[in-house]
């Protein structure tokens, strides 16, 4: 029994030295202490911005160039009274995140697009293709899970982002996007496929919707989503085999004493 105290001590030994070498690792993976997409910093004149602070400009724009054109022709295409009045709200809201995105992006020098990506053309497109019920269908699902889709992004820029401007815009953004998801699901349409990651007009959505025309940032989602890393379980490990030999050598007979 002396010989296995002595293998656990010497794995004791071993785990902490693991834990001390690794912990800045370990603590920044459990934790999540810098943060999401944080990345390279550029200088403003509104003072620094990461990646992922010039990431929601770029999205704010492009939500915008394609939801404004649709809450505009969700008046003459819809067929219930109540995507009307959603697609009307959408097109004001956008309309005012676009004038301020634009803005705020020019005095920082972040180059935006002018006109949507792919994918947000072919939900365009399939709505065009469409009136009454299934214009309202469409239009429901598709911006449902478009706004889904953004609302993390914008949640962790409002958290982490170290520069004021950008942070007062998250806010607004923020507000205006849980808003928006709320009117949607108020037309009583969304189906799974709006509470789905959003998929190209015509594409086949997986089962746990893996396809994704916009995805958050990976670091924004697994940090601990996954599980204890193995290094953890490891140190874990190790740890309940020093404890359970302390236990069984406190409870081992004694010899008996004549």
């Given at each position: 029994?002396?010989?296995?105290?002595?293998?656990?001590?010497?794995?004791?030994?071993?785990?902490?030295?693991?834990?001390?070498?690794?912990?800045?690792?370990?603590?920044?993976?459990?934790?999540?202490?810098?943060?999401?997409?944080?990345?390279?910093v550029?200088?403003?004149?509104?003072?620094?911005?990461?990646?992922?602070?010039?990431?929601?400009?770029?999205?704010?724009?492009?939500?915008?160039?394609?939801?404004?054109?649709?809450?505009?022709?969700?008046?003459?295409?819809?067929?219930?009274?109540?995507?009307?009045?959603?697609?009307?709200?959408?097109?004001?809201?956008?309309?005012?995140?676009?004038?301020?995105?634009?803005?705020l992006?020019?005095?920082?020098?972040?180059?935006?697009?002018d006109?949507?990506?792919?994918?947000?053309?072919?939900?365009?497109?399939?709505?065009?293709?469409?009136?009454?019920?299934?214009?309202?269908?469409?239009?429901?699902?598709?911006?449902?899970?478009?706004?889904?889709?953004?609302?993390?992004?914008?949640?962790?820029?409002?958290?982490?982002?170290?520069?004021?401007?950008?942070?007062?815009?998250?806010?607004?953004?923020n507000?205006?996007?849980?808003?928006?998801?709320?009117?949607?699901?108020?037309?009583?349409?969304?189906?799974?496929?709006?509470?789905?990651?959003?998929?190209?007009?015509?594409?086949?959505?997986?089962?746990?919707?893996?396809?994704?025309?916009?995805?958050?940032?990976?670091?924004?989602?697994?940090?601990?989503?996954?599980?204890?890393?193995?290094?953890?379980?490891?140190?874990?490990?190790?740890?309940?085999?020093?404890?359970?030999?302390?236990?069984?050598?406190?409870?081992?007979?004694?010899?008996?004493v004549?």
């Amino acid at each position: 029994m002396s010989g296995l105290w002595s293998v656990a001590r010497r794995c004791l030994v071993v785990a902490v030295g693991l834990l001390v070498l690794f912990w800045p690792t370990v603590a920044g993976t459990a934790w999540g202490d810098e943060p999401p997409g944080s990345g390279e910093v550029s200088r403003t004149p509104l003072g620094p911005i990461t990646a992922l602070d010039k990431e929601l400009l770029v999205k704010v724009r492009l939500a915008g160039l394609w939801e404004m054109p649709m809450g505009e022709e969700a008046g003459t295409r819809g067929g219930s009274q109540r995507v009307k009045d959603v697609g009307a709200q959408l097109m004001s809201d956008h309309a005012f995140l676009d004038e301020r995105v634009v803005r705020l992006a020019g005095q920082m020098g972040v180059e935006l697009p002018d006109s949507p990506n792919a994918d947000q053309q072919s939900w365009m497109a399939e709505m065009r293709s469409r009136t009454g019920a299934a214009f309202d269908d469409s239009f429901a699902n598709r911006l449902r899970a478009a706004h889904g889709s953004i609302f993390p992004v914008v949640s962790t820029v409002r958290a982490n982002t170290r520069n004021e401007a950008i942070r007062q815009f998250a806010q607004v953004c923020n507000q205006i996007v849980l808003k928006h998801m709320t009117l949607l699901e108020s037309t009583n349409m969304v189906t799974d496929a709006g509470l789905s990651k959003p998929v190209p007009a015509g594409a086949a959505q997986s089962a746990q919707g893996t396809v994704d025309a916009d995805p958050v940032r990976t670091a924004a989602q697994t940090g601990s989503a996954d599980g204890p890393s193995a290094l953890i379980v490891l140190i874990m490990c190790l740890a309940g085999a020093v404890v359970t030999l302390a236990v069984l050598r406190l409870l081992r007979p004694k010899a008996n004493v004549k």
